[in-house]
């Protein structure tokens, strides 16, 4: 995932406190730095690496607790880990507390805020995935509240359009069995559609135009599921056309090649219908 490389820092220090104005340009710096060095990781060691870097700089700020989080998440889900599902699901604990106790009293806003509601929701739905169908379902309805909450502070916020859209892909693509598991829990189930989970990926690109890979595959799916097939089938060749930089990206392609085989699209023409912005 193309994610922002840290907080934009605009300093208009007079020359009589220049040295304050560097220190906090440093500071921004080693923010970037920090973010840009996560987009190059690919494996368990260099999340490790990043772990160990965010605990290190941790300095009480929102934002490198936020970070703190995120590096605990991604070493709990990284796929070369050798890490026992125990292990994962306490590291993905750890992460989910941090997060859920500085925001119980954090009334800050802005990209800071929204960034750290957005990972509340992303390591829950992680650390759900280790939990049993009855815990699964209590946290559906917290996971989306974080991630909504997130786009109430950021509405451009296209990461967060997205995990509603996967929520809501989630939600639509219940067992029966979780279903019933969901009536018995709730007097209203948490609940999803295909359709609305379109709208959060149309959104999602609109708001950043090709910032995903990983959006226009589920974009194009969600066209599938509501019948929509020609329009799934030309996003499914502007994701093709997209590089993979990423294991997420190399992850996207898979599921996309799988997507196409089973509409029987193909992949190797240029997509039809709205401009492509990327």
Known sequence: MRRAAGILCRIGAPLSIAALAAGRAASCEGKATFDHARDAARGADDFQDLLKRATAKKDGSLWWDCRHARALHDVATASDSAMTPAERKEMLARAFKLLDERLAGEGSTGADAADAWRWKGTVLSALSSHMGTDESIKAASTIRDAWLRALELNP???????????????????????????????????????????????????????????????????????????????????????PVLTEDDAESKKELEALAAANRWTLDAPGDGADDRA
């Open 156 to 242: 451009r916020d296209a990461s967060a359009s997205h995990l509603l859209g996967r929520w809501h892909m989630k939600m639509a693509s219940l067992s029966w069995i979780e279903v019933l598991a969901a009536r018995a829990l709730y007097s209203t189930p948490p609940a999803g559609t295909h359709q609305e989970a379109l709208d959060r990926f149309l959104a999602a690109e609109e708001a950043d135009p090709g910032f995903w890979m990983a959006n226009r595959v589920q974009l194009a799916a969600a066209m599938a599921k509501v019948g929509r097939g020609k329009e799934g089938e030309a996003w499914a060749r502007r994701a093709a056309a997209m």
